[in-house]
């Protein structure tokens, strides 16, 4: 059997990044740019105000206090979005709102704050005011924003190869990018398989379960940024699996639950190895130990063929999810030209004794919590492959090493995070 480490390197050499596609700006929020962002503006593109209050010449406040204001003549009102056309001349000064471009002639401004008399301080835009008193000195700059501050005209204000979050969206929102070049999303098709499970709209037979595996992992599909396509359920029967397998078409990666242990009726990684190009079946892990992965042609709409992975995950629900945070993900993050495939890891003292009998790597499913500057990592309960309520109730996997036959609670452990949110559903 593979080591963990030994099954991901086998799957992600395999694993090619996909072309880009041109998408609009917000629906290209997890996306990986394919692009360097060049800009053809100064951003902010004038210099602009930071506070409300008046654009003044700094000279003009010299020695200015609040006992001894120094009196200016208000000459004009200028909005954000408008511009002034007067000129603070020597004894004038222009009352200006944030975000305002500031007048010819100002150098600084002197927030309400810093001036003489209430009514001023408040005044609306369509109130005059022909004078006011500055109570303090203002520097060369104070309260400006310079044009091009942000972001210089001609400067590269983002590199090919970037994560796209808010605040990249946001920055090239204000370039005035409507649609942005990004590795494109990954299309993962789902094809549950066996005899003793019904879809989730229907009425559940004795003796049968539904098909909760497709639904955790369409959902860890999309929450990793690619697009899960439901195929439904292929029954224990070669031809039928064949079938289906042979409907697939215009996907990126597929994705088969259950059907790759040593049952007699466990036919997907015997097709694979007949199929396709069948690379490993069994890694040392637990749970999770039954994980097929190979490579298989598939059809798409324009008469093509291509090869594209499979991996085969246990049917138990746990097992299922769990090979896919360590195996699925990071080959779907690589397929969208991602860098950082690793989910974050930290060390935390397990409040639970763990014992490992059978040689196999170790994720039980734990509630993490910080108490008193450490992290403590709590057993969700029974730790059994098809008992989803230990993945509903976790936040992080403790990892309990081949090489270990038994961690004593109290011992400090590496603890795999799912989620970084300490709220947990008790």
Known sequence: MLSVEEALEKILRKINILEDESVPLLDSLGQVLDEDIISDIDV?????????????????????????????????????????????????????????????GADSVVQFEDTAEE????????QTVSEVGILAEAKPGRNVRRAGEVIARGATSLRKGTVIRPAEIGL?????KSQVKAIRRPVVAILATGDEVTEINQPLPEGKIYNSNTYSIAGLVKRYGCI??????A??????????????ED???????????????????????????????????????????????IN????????????????????????????????????????????PTIEAIIEDTVKNDDGRRIYDRAIIERRN????????????????????????LVLIPEDRKKVNKGEVVQVLMLDWNEEVNL
């Open 228 to 233: 899960p396509k439901i195929l439904g359920i």
């Open 172 to 176: 090239m929102a204000s370039l005035g």
């Open 235 to 248: 029954r224990d029967n070669e031809d039928e699996l064949v079938s289906k397998l042979r409907q697939v």
């Open 119 to 126: 009514p001023r301080k408040t005044a609306t835009a369509d």
């Open 373 to 396: 500057g450490h992290y403590y990592a709590r057993l969700t309960g029974p730790q059994g492959s098809g008992i989803l309520t230990s993945m509903s109730l976790a936040n992080g």
């Open 44 to 104: 902010p593109p004038l210099d602009n105000s930071a506070m409300d209050g008046y654009a003044v010449r700094s000279q003009d406040t010299i020695g200015a206090t609040s006992k001894s204001p120094k009196f200016l003549r208000v000459i004009d009102t200028v909005m954000a979005g408008s511009i002034s056309r007067q000129e603070v001349v020597p004894g004038t000064a222009i009352r200006i709102m944030t975000g305002a471009p500031v007048p010819a």
């Open 251 to 297: 996907v990126d990666m597929l994705l088969t639950t259950g059907g790759v242990s040593m049952g007699d009726y466990d036919l997907v990684k015997d097709i694979l190895a007949r199929d396709g190009d069948m690379v490993f079946w069994k890694v040392r892990v637990k749970p999770g130990k039954p994980l097929a992965f190979g490579m298989i042609k």
């Open 300 to 343: 798409s709409k324009r008469g093509l063929t291509k090869t594209i992975p499979h991996l085969g995950l246990p049917g138990n629900s746990v097992s299922c999810m769990v090979s896919f945070e360590l195996f699925v993900r990071p080959a779907l993050l690589k397929m969208m030209g991602k860098r950082q495939l690793a989910k």
